[in-house]
């Protein structure tokens, strides 16, 4: 699963997938005043989510790093650095590069079938439903994708642009032979991302789970 959440990003990623020891791995003092009130499962996937990132940090230079949540739960990446993480069940991943070659960054991993039916309405707009019916097959699976590239498409948007995106704010456009998307920005109130409201991704399936990646880089 490293490999193929590698693949989707450019080489200067780096990326680093948690180990069943990431779970139980030691927190920043400052970092774990942020979730020592939480539920065990939380503190559990932040703290994966931390020694993910920490690792990724480390290849590149940045060591004892406090990574802190902002506002909205945001990652605090230490400046010159862009980076997103992910988790979900029985998997977690922190992906990191440096900021001058790439301007956002953000992953997300889902179980394949995440998506219910009756969940539908709520993450796709009328145009990308009629785009799954169009897909055939596993619908569930589509619809699961669409939910993990706006996933990823929020991550990568949301520290440059502060702005909270709503599930109907992102339209995804499968490309599915080249197996990379396109999602645009079609909110009204919600700024372009760099003077540009659509943003490139790319996506895989593989061992039950589907991979989303969103990167911009520099004009």
Known sequence: MSRLLASLLPS????????????????????????????????????????CARAALAQIGVHDHALLPGPHREPLWPPGFVGSITHCEGFCAAAVAHAGGISALGIDAEREHAVTADLLATICTPRERSSIARLGGDARAWATLVYSAKESTYKAYFPAARFVLEFHDVEIEVEVKQGSFTATIVGARAPSLFGERNLRGRFAFGDGYVFTAVVATPR
């Open 12 to 51: 200067q990623v780096v990326t680093v997938v948690a180990t069943a020891s990431a779970h139980s791995g030691l927190l920043a003092p400052e970092e774990w005043r942020c979730i020592a009130a939480a539920a065990p499962a939380r503190q559990r996937e932040f703290t994966a989510g931390r020694v």
